[in-house]
């Protein structure tokens, strides 16, 4: 690769996921956050199917699933705390409802910092303010007030990405609300849980606990159903009363759970939404992830999209780093037949963690109670098994230069 010189916005997952490749293919990259440091908390994420094989590609495959957090399996219990539904992490190849490797957020962002560091130029406390595609370079104005021009720029800043919006317009226009809100903060292991999942469902609303930190915590978390948001996203208060509001009444462990919404370190909300964009780049300028293609977290396959993504986008520009356009197109046209289908299957998974009715609170569970027992079990999830693969990785590693550390040799 011609040293190509890049610029990429977020430093979540997808961004320095794209960073460390690209830095494997001789780049120079530069990865600007908002956030004043490293963040090292949030919410639960998968790693399915193929997003595996990318990690074992870049060499990270022993240190993710050493950061990782253990999960036996997943139990819907009743009022009483009485399991009416079980299903096994071990089931259907470790990609069904209880993925082989669950990672917290941070920790996962932590590995690809820690692996990249060396190589790349991490800018914490800025952001892009502006954007401008000049034919040959891509001219930036930062926060800072600082004025620099890359070869390219890719927006790796999340569903509300703020370069998605330079370049697209307001996220109104290309954000699409699934009527699913979800919740996460880290609270006490009060049930003493070990590796274990419980959720609790009323009609429209579930609530949940899942055991982190080697068992020593949970990660509380509480999904509803609802119309359009109608609140600023910004605001941490709002939000918090919002979910208080929306979990008060509900059986089970509810209270004692959302009684440490207050004191938790990590508080997260937002919808299950949908970003669909008529294209997932313009010029010298992209997006990856979920600012180019959220599936939510409904789909499970979120941040499998963005190690995959980062993955194909690094390699499609070095096989032609002269011809930057041509290496987004390719990339786009690999990945979005597959975030397509994933985006298609996203709200049925709603529908099973949320269920709207007693009926059907009922029904998931009886399904579940089955599933272990049945012969033909893994049919029954065989469409979400296939999805996590269902897309082809072409091979990159000749334009590895520089030490190959997955191997510990030299690539040419």
């Not at 490293?38 to 399915?48: A, M, P, S, Y």
């Not at 079980?86 to 993925?99: E, K, W």
């Not at 330079?166 to 954000?175: A, C, S």
């Not at 609790?200 to 509480?222: C, D, H, Q």
Request: charge should be positive; hydrophobic fraction near 40%.
């Amino acid at each position: 690769m011609q040293r190509l010189k890049v610029l990429i916005s977020g430093a979540s997952i997808a961004g320095p996921a794209l960073a460390l490749w690209l830095a494997e293919y001789g780049a120079e990259v530069t990865v600007v956050e908002r956030w004043p440091e490293l963040r090292t908390g949030g919410q639960l994420v998968d790693l399915r199917g193929v997003s595996r094989e990318v990690i074992r590609r870049m060499g990270i495959d022993a240190d993710v699933r050493a950061a990782s957090e253990d999960n036996f399996g997943l139990s819907f219990v009743d009022r009483r705390g009485r399991a009416r539904g079980t299903l096994r992490s071990d089931r259907f190849g470790g990609d069904g409802p209880v993925a082989e490797i669950e990672i917290l957020r941070g920790s996962l962002s932590r590995v690809l910092h820690e692996r990249s560091e060396d190589r790349v130029d991490y800018r914490f406390g800025d952001r892009i303010t502006s954007v401008r595609d000049e034919g040959a370079k891509v001219r930036v104005e930062f926060a800072s007030a600082s004025v620099e021009s890359f070869d390219l720029v890719v927006g790796a800043d999340g569903l509300h990405s703020e370069l998605r919006e330079m370049l697209f317009g307001p996220e109104v226009r290309h954000v699409r609300h699934l009527g699913t809100y979800v919740s996460f903060w880290t609270a006490r292991n009060h049930l003493d849980l070990k590796d274990w999942t419980v959720v609790y469902s009323e009609p429209g609303r579930s609530i949940g606990m899942r055991s982190i930190l080697g068992s020593t915590k949970t990660m509380a978390f509480l999904t509803f159903r609802a119309g359009p948001p109608a609140y600023d996203w910004r605001d941490v208060d709002a939000q918090k009363r919002m979910v208080r509001a929306r979990g008060y009444g509900m059986g089970w462990e509810a209270a004692a759970l959302l009684s440490q919404i207050d004191t938790a370190p990590d508080f997260y909300f937002d919808t299950c939404s949908q970003v669909k964009l008529p294209a997932w780049s313009t010029g010298r300028v992209g997006l990856l992830g979920d600012a180019a293609s959220c599936a939510s977290p409904l789909s499970g396959h979120g941040t499998s999209i963005a190690m995959v993504g980062a993955y194909v986008l690094a390699g499609e520009l070095a096989r032609t780093p002269d011809d930057v356009t041509g290496a987004f197109g390719r990339y786009e046209a690999v990945l979005r037949p597959w975030v397509e289908r994933i985006q298609r299957a996203a709200p049925g998974q709603g529908r099973v963690m949320t269920p709207e009715t007693s009926h059907g609170i009922a029904l998931r569970n009886g399904v579940t109670r089955l599933v272990s027992h049945l012969p033909g079990k893994a049919l029954l999830l065989r469409n979400q098994v296939r999805l996590s693969h269902a897309v082809s990785l072409d091979d990159y590693s000749r334009h590895r230069v520089g030490t190959d550390r997955s191997r510990g040799v030299r690539s040419e």
